[in-house]
């Protein structure tokens, strides 16, 4: 094992720096360095898109000053300095001073910048004042009778693309800080750091604006849904800042550390309103209609404040024993105003009788009439972990842990009158929550507890194996959940071996069961039916990993895992009608995947070579029922469909460096490969009765990223380098989610009902998306640079 | 004798009695000296680094010499430098290969939690990450490789796929490494994280999603990771299945079934059941108590 972890830290780093194009870091052995990477690059990124070349990096066309760096670093002395940059005026620019006195104290600050590129995109809103998307009343008029009309599809192409703005969907996230840390005394230190954080730009946000009609006596499924879909862009205009102060105590024996940390998270733009593209003048809700909303709003992410006091202490005691502990609590608060229940004033409430009422009867659009005018909530978390290792005998080693964490959620519950789901003109009374059988609305609280322990223990058999086994178990406890709470029991063992100088290996096994306690609680209409995280689950994890050496300068290594999740119980419900039983095993049934992975390496004095490639798998399968409006069997099991997800990724990097020309020429070469495959099936287990249960066909998923990277460099000088490089990296995405709508990411979806039973009659579908996705693009950079180092 | 089990009979305070001893001695320059009599590079090298710097100025450090790590070297000069007869912690197995590092560093937060962890129960030690003769390396002040991620893919290969597939953290970039979230030496959380939980850990950079929210998704209360694969994913956002599957695997209201075909429905196209719901993290809007305000 050895062996090879020693041969691959001399290869791996080309592999990754092939891929990810870090700059070589000069040596530094003399008093003072200073280096800095000046060149020039041209970039051509054609076909769809270019947003995914750039998602976390800017590649800029032209001069390009990549790295630089100074450093002082004497011998003679315990003062020392450093400042570098990267990406130099580039949008992923980063840059660090850290200067001290060894032994005495450090302090090191940074800025940083991250960039995020969602998509390019367009859209047919105005952007007003921050948070606020308004359209003109006549192009709405257009919109809505297209849309009453159905002939929404036929205006994209020629109205509403004339009319769209174009959108870059563009975050960028500048991190600054600094960090002092100071040794006091002998066994005393202090360490303080702050940091600042800005997240400005726009991201995207979904909202439906679905309506509701043709409603008569009875259940949902005997009205008309018609699904309208609005993508925005997101407003992103954060500010976060954090600090943290800690002071650390420790002795041969021991060790204690204290410490607090704070954080505080501000949104400057806190609220998204929103003119509805659909509904140009809002409409009354009748007996039939849920009426419409011209104009929407949505609560983004509010401010909120986290502190936390920690203590972690060790003390070592005889027979090479040591106890080790941390004790943490942390507090987050959020008491950001609430927006009114709708900002349409047309919302109608239904009353006792059922009638309708006004909109003066209702709260809809005042704030003040909430139950509250802010939420108020605190959550409090609890960490408290303790661990003890021993080593009495050499060859044994025992260990224990205990480790409880606790989510103590202390937000008040707020009793509302109802809600307008997604601003029409409808007031909903709630969702299936009730008190002493009569309905009511309030926020759940959602705190856990979470508490496991284990012991385990390794016995080593000389040098050439060791038995490792561990016994523990996992158990949550849930204030508001479709269970009381689970536990799970967790065994594994592991058998190391190096019987050669040549050979490694290790082979483990994990398996797990887990329970939940109590009954299990089904929630609205079948929804929270066995939630595969609190779901009855067996594990099974197997590792089998292979190293050996074929000759003095090779080394190899094979390595492969199973993981398999089984989801074994099933659900039962009197609804469930023969023929086919009254127990089914509805939601996730079974999650597996494989992987398999080969690496090799070799060195010699001019040339390092390493490549890994791998093979992974995974699979979901799941369970499903269509719920119609049979008789006394909402969710008639003649319209069961499963649903199974695999997903095949093949990937693969090689990396050579070498002495083309001692000390004179250099070659670097990169190459990097993944492949995806995906696949998602459906199948009917019987014959179903309604259409909306008929399994189709879905087209296969498919990413491809091709990454090849090649450099020579020439040394002219001593501590001049010349260095060319080429990189070409090829992107293709196949994923119909995004590209059955193109090229306006806009359409309409007519479902045509088979039968009367048929959950959606005449339901429809119009969505007004951003065109925001990432698709193929082939990228070609070429740079010529010059490295100067001292 | 095997000198593994000598060097690790070697109480744990080694470092310091063989620190005390060798100043009260003079013998700490001694030591250097002879040992760079054959070892030029090495310790030549080592001067500059991270341990080279700590010996010579930090007064925590103060005595401390090449035996504080390998033990008394008499007898392996007198054996005119054969094999085997000091100890070389690179070369031990099991507990008594951290010893001579841990000497000094058991007692620092960073490394108060490896005897026990993941790594030292699986036969990982100190000498498989880092070099610690190197020079330190400038960006980070540890023998380590130049950079943390690498290091760590070099063990777990199949970890290195991430870096390539659909989405992922900003790892190829270098805008964070595995360290951003893991403590490599142990900690007392799962998963070797550098927080209480995973989700203590994830908002320190997603502190937006911190809340608390006046409407609360369990599955996101409790574990980021039930939906998120953060070391990479073939699908968008870094989610563990397509978003229907994701969500139907516990939702199965009737009225949502993805109609088995459809592939153009609303909740198979786009964000797809975040079309409706995108506030899925937490809603603090009175409307908001499916998440879709």
Redo the contacts between chains.
């Keep these: 094992?050895?062996n090879r972890?020693a041969w691959?830290?001399r290869a791996?780093?080309l592999?990754?720096?092939s891929?990810?194009g870090?700059p070589a870091?000069p040596?530094?052995?003399d008093e003072v360095t200073y280096s800095v990477e000046v060149g020039a690059q041209a970039v051509s990124v054609d076909e769809d898109r270019d947003s995914k070349f750039e998602e976390?990096?800017d590649v800029p066309q032209g001069a390009v000053l990549d790295s630089f760096?100074l450093?002082w670093?004497p011998?003679s002395s315990?003062w020392?300095f450093?400042a570098?940059g990267r990406n130099v005026l580039r949008l992923?620019q980063?840059y660090?001073v850290?200067f001290g006195?060894?032994?005495r104290f450090?302090v090191r600050t940074w800025w940083?910048q991250?960039p995020t590129f969602s998509s390019r995109g367009s859209t047919w809103l105005l952007a007003g004042r921050p948070g606020d998307y308004t359209l003109s009343s006549d192009f709405r008029q257009v919109l809505e009778d297209a849309a009453l009309g159905g002939t929404v599809e036929g205006l994209v192409p020629g109205v509403l693309a004339a009319s769209a703005r174009p959108l870059d969907l563009r975050v960028r996230r500048d991190r600054a800080g600094g960090a002092l840390t100071v040794?006091l005394a002998?066994?005393w230190d202090l360490d303080i750091e702050a940091g600042r954080e800005k997240r400005e730009g726009s991201g995207?946000?979904?909202?439906?604006t679905?309506i509701r009609s043709s409603r008569s006596a009875g259940n949902?499924?005997r009205e008309s849904f018609e699904?309208r879909?609005l993508?925005m862009p997101d407003p992103v205009d954060?500010r976060?800042a954090?600090y943290s102060l800690?002071t650390?105590f420790?002795?041969?024996?021991?060790?204690v550390?204290v410490g607090w940390q704070g954080?505080r998270?501000s949104?400057e733009v806190d609220t998204l309103f929103w003119d509805n593209p659909f509904e140009a003048a809002p409409s009354v809700a009748s007996a039939s209609d849920r009426g419409r909303f011209a104009r929407g709003?949505?609560?983004l992410?509010?401010d909120?404040t986290?502190r936390?006091l920690f203590a972690?202490g060790?003390v070592?005691l005889p027979a090479?024993t040591?106890i080790?502990?941390?004790v943490?609590r942390?507090k987050?608060e959020?008491d950001?105003p609430?927006?009114?229940?709708?900002q349409n004033e047309a919302l109608s409430f239904p009353g006792p009788d059922g009638t309708l009422g006004t909109a003066d009867d209702v709260p809809g659009t005042d704030p003040s009439l909430?139950p509250a005018a802010s939420?108020g909530?605190?959550?409090t978390?609890t960490?408290a972990?303790?661990?003890?290792?021993s080593?009495p005998l050499?060859?044994l080693?025992v260990?224990?842990?205990w480790?409880r964490?606790e989510?103590e959620?202390e937000?008040p519950e707020?009793f509302?009158p109802g809600?307008?789901?997604?601003?029409e003109s409808f007031f909903r009374a709630g969702?299936g929550q009730t008190v002493g059988g009569s309905p009511v609305?309030f926020?759940?609280r959602?705190g856990?507890t979470r508490t496991?322990w284990s012991v385990?223990g390794?016995w080593?058999f000389g040098?050439p194996a060791?038995l490792?086994v561990?016994y523990g178990s996992t158990e949550?406890e849930?204030d508001?959940?479709q269970v009381e709470g689970t536990t799970e029991d967790i065994a594994q063992v592991?058998l190391?071996f190096e019987p050669l100088g040549w050979l490694s290996g290790?082979v483990a096994w994990l398996g797990s069961s887990r329970d939940f306690e109590g009954d299990y609680e089904v929630g609205?209409?079948?929804?929270?039916?066995?939630?595969?995280?609190v779901w009855e689950r067996d594990r099974t994890r197997w590792t089998a990993e292979v190293d050996f050496a074929p000759g003095d300068d090779w080394t190899v290594?094979v390595?492969y895992?199973r993981w398999e999740d089984e989801f074994p119980g099933v659900v039962t419900s009197p609804s469930f009608a023969p023929p086919y039983g009254t127990a089914f095993p509805?939601?996730?049934n079974r999650a597996e995947s494989d992987?398999a992975?080969v690496?090799a390496s070799t060195a010699t004095r001019r040339w390092t070579f390493a490549a890994?490639a791998?093979w992974?798998r995974s699979e979901?399968e799941?369970l499903?029922?269509?719920?119609?409006d049979v008789a006394g069997a909402?969710?008639n099991p003649a319209n069961r469909?499963s649903?199974r997800?695999d997903?095949d990724?093949i990937?693969a990097?090689v990396a050579i460096e070498g002495q083309v020309v001692p000390e004179k020429v250099r070659l670097d070469l990169g190459v990097?490969?993944?492949v995806?495959d995906?696949a998602?099936e459906?199948a009917?287990l019987d014959a179903p009765n309604v259409n909306?249960?008929?399994?189709?066909?879905?087209?296969d998923?498919e990413?491809r990223?091709y990454?090849a990277r090649l450099g020579v460099r020439w040394t002219l000088a001593p501590g001049v380098d010349f260095e060319a490089r080429y990189w070409h990296e090829p992107f293709r995405?196949d994923?119909?989610?995004?590209d059955?709508?193109r090229p306006y990411?806009q359409?309409v979806?007519e479902?045509i009902r088979s039968a009367p039973s048929d959950?959606?009659p005449a339901a429809a579908?119009r969505?007004l998306?951003l065109d925001s996705?990432y698709s193929d693009y082939t990228a070609n950079v070429l740079s010529a640079l010059v490295r100067v180092r001292f | 004798m095997d000198p593994g089990?000598r060097f690790?009979?070697l109480p744990?305070?080694l470092c310091?009695i063989v620190a005390g001893l060798s100043l009260m001695s003079g013998s700490l320059v001694r030591a250097s000296e002879e040992c760079a009599a054959c070892h030029e590079d090495l310790v030549k090298g080592f001067?500059?680094s991270a341990h080279g710097?700590?010996f010579?100025?930090?007064?925590?450090?103060e005595g401390a010499s090449c035996e504080s790590c390998h033990g008394p070297g008499r007898r392996h000069v007198e054996a005119g430098g054969e094999a085997g007869t000091i100890a070389n912690p690179?070369?031990l197995?099991?507990?008594?290969a951290a010893d001579a590092c841990l000497a000094c560093h058991?007692?620092?937060?960073l490394q108060?939690?490896w005897?026990?962890s993941q790594h030292?129960?699986?036969?990982v030690t100190c000498a498989?990450c880092h070099?610690v003769h190197a020079?330190?390396?400038?960006?980070r002040?540890r023998a380590v490789?130049?950079?943390t991620?690498?290091?760590c893919?070099?063990?777990h290969?199949?970890q290195?796929?991430g870096?390539?597939?659909?989405s992922t953290h900003?790892l190829?970039?270098?805008?964070m490494d595995c360290a951003s979230c893991h403590n490599p030496h142990g900690s007392?959380?799962?998963h070797l994280l550098a927080a209480?939980?995973v989700n203590?850990l994830c908002?320190?950079c997603h502190?937006?999603?911190?809340?608390?929210?006046?409407?609360?998704h369990?599955?996101v209360?409790?574990?980021c990771l039930?939906c998120h694969a953060p070391h990479g994913s073939?699908h968008?956002r870094m989610l563990v299945?397509?978003p229907v599957?994701l969500c139907?695997?516990?939702?199965?209201?009737?009225?949502h079934?993805?109609?088995?075909?459809?592939?153009?429905?609303?909740w198979?196209?786009?964000?797809?059941c975040?079309?409706?719901?995108?506030?899925i993290h937490g809603?603090?809007?009175?409307?908001?108590?499916?998440f879709?305000?």
């Design positions: 094992m050895r972890r691959i830290r791996a780093p592999a990754f720096a891929l990810a870090f870091r040596a530094a052995t976390h990096r760096r450093g670093l011998e315990p020392s450093s570098e992923d980063g660090a850290t006195r060894t032994g450090r940083d991250v040794n002998r066994g995207r946000i979904s909202i439906g679905y949902f499924d699904v879909g993508e954060f976060a954090s800690s650390s420790h002795r041969k024996r021991g060790f550390t954080a998270f949104n709003a949505l609560d992410w509010p909120s986290y936390r972690s060790g070592k090479r040591r080790a502990a941390t943490a942390g987050a959020q950001d609430f927006l009114p229940f709708t909430l939420l909530g605190e959550a978390t960490r972990d303790f661990r003890i290792s080593r050499d060859p080693t260990r224990g842990s480790r964490y989510y959620d937000r707020l509302f809600y307008a789901a997604f601003g969702i609305l926020n759940e959602k856990y496991a385990g390794s080593r040098r060791s490792d561990e949550w849930f508001e959940r592991r190391r290790r609205f209409e079948l929804s929270g039916v066995r939630d595969f995280s290594g390595a895992v509805y939601g996730l992987s992975s690496s890994a791998g992974d979901w799941s499903s029922v269509t719920k119609t909402d969710y469909w649903r997800q997903d990724l990937w990097n990097g490969v993944s995806h995906g998602l459906t009917n909306s249960a008929v399994a189709v066909p879905f087209p998923l990413a990223l990454t995405l994923d119909f989610s995004w059955a709508l990411m359409g979806v479902e959950v959606q579908q969505y998306f996705r | 089990k690790g009979a744990a305070a310091g001067a500059a710097r700590a010579r100025y930090d007064p925590q450090s690179a070369k197995r099991g507990g008594e058991e007692n620092r937060l108060a939690h005897t026990g030292e129960a699986a036969g498989d070099a020079a330190s390396p400038p960006r002040g490789v130049r950079s991620t690498e290091l893919v070099s063990c290969v199949s290195r796929k870096l390539l597939q659909r900003p190829r970039e270098e805008k007392g959380a799962e209480d939980s203590d908002f320190t502190q937006e999603k911190r809340g608390p929210f006046l409407w609360e369990a599955p209360r409790e574990d039930t073939n968008d299945a397509r599957q139907q695997s516990c939702h199965l209201q009737g009225r079934q993805t109609v088995a075909g459809l592939p153009t429905a609303m198979n196209v786009n964000r797809q975040l079309n409706c719901h995108p506030q809603s603090n809007h009175p409307s908001g108590p499916l879709q305000r």
